[in-house]
């Protein structure tokens, strides 16, 4: 159904689906695509694994994430691994096109039905560790950032910081400038500043934007 769907999306190119992890590891490995979507429980391979051999030889490649098993702390932890998107199987199959959208344009995107735990000691224990050589751009964050704001308000929060304006978000978002403008109330009262200068050093201290 997803490769269907993904044939008919004007500028999007699909280059192969494979049912085994090994597999379609291998064709990435060979062709370097943009963008890489992967299921988490496959027949040979686990999710995770691929994400971190990708990681590893492509830095340049988004990662999308789907599974129907998720857990609380599953962003979290996909965030901490350099995942770009994660999305819940039971969602409709419009999360996943949006989701694809915005990580090719160097956003991210997280939609699940379960809702991140508290972050505790534990919580940050089962973390996985980055593998070596990785340059993780997201691990800096995943720890502050994803705790306080939502996956949509930390790509509003990354984008206010890198100067955009309510109304230039709302074009590259699909969104209203009112919706906009309330999601950057929202992050705001959420990590207690009052201007725009303080949510950029806020974001600049979280990893979300890099000098």
Same mark, same amino acid.
């Given at each position: ?21 090994? @597999?379609? $590891?291998? +064709?990435?490995?060979?062709?370097? &695509? ?7 429980? $496959? &027949?040979? $391979? ?12 492509? %830095? ?9 098993? &998720? ?23 419009? +999360? ?7 990580l /090719?344009?160097?956003?991210?995107? +997280?939609?699940?039905?379960v %809702? %991140?735990? #508290?972050?505790? #000691? ?18 800096a ?12 308000e930390?790509?509003?929060?990354? $984008? ?7 109304? @230039?978000?709302?074009?590259r ?17 959420? /990590?207690g ?14 990893g979300?934007?890099?000098?």
């Open positions: 159904m997803l490769s269907i769907a993904l044939a008919r999306v004007r500028g999007v190119l699909m280059g192969a689906a494979f049912d085994c992890g090994k @597999e379609g $590891l291998e +064709y990435c490995l060979r062709t370097k &695509p943009d963008l890489l979507v992967v299921d988490l429980f $496959l &027949p040979d $391979l686990h999710g995770l694994e691929i994400v971190r051999e990708v990681r590893a030889r492509l %830095p340049m490649t988004r990662i999308l994430v789907l599974t129907g098993h &998720p857990d609380g702390d599953m962003p979290a932890r996909l965030v901490a691994q350099g995942v770009h998107g994660f999305v819940d199987k039971a969602a409709p199959l419009s +999360y996943i096109m949006q989701a694809m959208e915005s /090719i344009e160097g956003g991210m995107f +997280y939609a699940t039905h %809702p %991140p735990k #508290s972050a505790s #000691s534990s919580a940050q224990a089962a973390l996985p560790k980055a593998v070596a050589g990785v340059r993780n751009d997201l691990e964050f995943s720890l502050e950032a994803v705790k306080v704001l939502s996956a949509r930390i790509e509003v929060a990354r $984008l206010v910081a890198e100067g955009f304006s309510s109304k @230039e978000l709302a074009a978002l699909g969104l209203s400038v009112r919706t906009v403008e309330k999601h950057r109330a929202n992050i705001m009262e959420k /990590i500043v009052h201007e725009v200068a303080s949510l950029v050093r806020w974001c600049l201290q979280s979300l934007v890099k000098i």
